[in-house]
């Protein structure tokens, strides 16, 4: 990732940071989780894929080597906030057949997104949902 994309990517943390988080909708989250080896707070914004009584599910869109997917694996403890309520979070990673059925209930619910981001991602999110749960780590959020 180039210095300009990662500014892209970043800039979503900053609402956050000033309380405005709720200005990207239900749809994301910030995730704050703590660096595997620096053992830092480490943050990042991402998409939620479905949201439940168990708690929201997230995907790593490039798959396990994700910075955050890896400090999540190593260190499940994590905080997230939605719009400006922040709750404490484990994140349990779902078995591949749990994966396809959240991808199968993203792609119907938000047909355009899935195939829009499975091009950006080189995984197809509208027909290839076995492969995408084999290469995309799922992880739900249950709180603590």
């Known amino acids: 990732m180039n210095r300009v994309q990662r500014l892209f990517f970043r800039a979503p943390i900053g609402l956050y940071r000033i309380g405005f988080g709720g200005l990207l909708g239900g749809r994301f989250l910030l995730l704050e989780h703590t660096g595997r080896k620096s053992g830092l707070q480490r943050r990042t914004v991402l998409e939620v894929l479905e949201s439940g009584d168990d708690g929201p599910v997230i995907a790593s869109g490039f798959g396990e080597g994700s910075q955050w997917c890896r400090n999540v694996m190593a260190t499940p403890d994590v905080w997230i906030t939605r719009g400006r309520t922040r709750t404490q979070a484990k994140a349990d990673r ?41 290469r995309l780590p799922l992880f739900r959020l249950r709180p603590a």
């Open 94 to 134: 779902l078995g591949h057949d749990d994966a396809v059925e959240v991808f199968e209930r993203y792609r119907r619910d938000h047909a355009r997104a899935a195939k829009v981001l499975g091009k950006r991602i080189g995984v197809s999110l509208v027909d290839d949902l076995e492969t995408a749960a084999e």
